[in-house]
């Protein structure tokens, strides 16, 4: 009876009280897999309960471990943990089980989400609905792996044809949304992501939508937002290849500039850096939108203010500088260059989990700007770089480059999972 009770308290949203419940169930009956398997998915649905979720459920799985629900609830709770690699391995264990399991395929499906492999996720989630045609979360799973392959129209069929068999799915509403976003039409972007929220206040996937199209006011977030859609088209390989070959373009036109004015290298540099690590750049841009708007500025936190006033400001700021070194003061294209490259390891610094990652990347960040500084005022005073600023010009390119390279480890990004 507790047990049943919980189960309706959590699709209540009530889940302190279903936990509560089921832990007082465990205490009388410690072996009951069945209980410590709801508990693991009311604790998946809860902020910062994923470790616990995942021991939830690996419990369930050693007191019976011939149930391929089991594995295919560990691979979700994986996947939120961004262990996709071992998410994936879950679900194939499910599948093995019971190769008919609409569950475990998509399951699947979300794990390679994770790993980014969406050709993959969309074949896994096919063969879901090929099992169960109406699995809701197949469904949306793969209106979404459509959507991030460019397949914007057959994402949107998808979406239209849930919509139809049911207008009040928050999760249909919010995948409609970014199928508009993607396709441009941000005013229809914003109906779909409300409605979402109006129907599950909580969905954080809508939120971050609706945030999107804040952002999207800015002429250069929309810039970086075509480039970010056109790169996620291809595998990691493939986006490796590209940015490669926009290094190998960069650094030959590079070389032509410097001949004419050293400005106008230093501005391929700003492009470059741009167009190359954007991704660290977006969050803080979108935030500084947002502290221009009245509305958007209440949804932002106090570090989320921050990035988008150092890292947005900054980045802003720094092309200015760069930009009125040709009719003002010639060293400001040191500032304006150093600012950007600052923006950098800020985009890493301000909104992140991890607090080793804090002092590692605060650190390049303040390097940077000590260096900036140095070499704006050799300029200013000396009219030259010379050894000392040329000293610090490379420190500071180092840094940022470091940051890139850094910015790949995982426990320098995320700290550890909850």
Sequence with gaps: MSISHATRLRELNRHEEAVAMLLQHLAGEPDNPVAHMELALTRYLMEGQGKEALESIETAISLNPEVPEYFAIQSLILTRLDKDKLALAAAEKSIAMDSGFAFGWAAKGAAYGGLRKWPEGEEACREALRLEPDYEFALNQLAIFLRMQGKVANSAEEVSARLERDAEDPLAHANAGWACFQSGDRQQAEVHFQEALRLDP????????????????????????????????????????????????????????????????????VLYLFFAFGSYLANGIGSFVFLKDKAARLTLTKREKLEGIFVGGGFFLGLACVLLSFVLFQPLVFLGGGLILGAIPGGMFWNNRSKPGQIVFGLLMGVIYFCTMGLFAVVSITGKIGDLGGTCLSVALLSAFAATWLGMITALRKGKAK
């Excluded at 909580?202 to 804040?214: C, D, H, N, P």
Aim: no cysteine.
């Design 202 to 269: 909580s969905l954080e996937y809508a939120r971050r939508g609706l945030r999107e199209t804040y952002k999207a006011r800015s002429f250069i977030y929309r810039a970086y937002l075509k480039w970010a859609f056109f790169l996620q088209k291809y595998s990691d390989k493939q986006q490796f290849i590209i940015i490669i070959g926009i290094f190998v373009a960069f650094r030959i036109s590079r070389g032509l500039l410097e001949k004419v004015d050293v400005r106008l290298a230093i501005i391929l540099v």
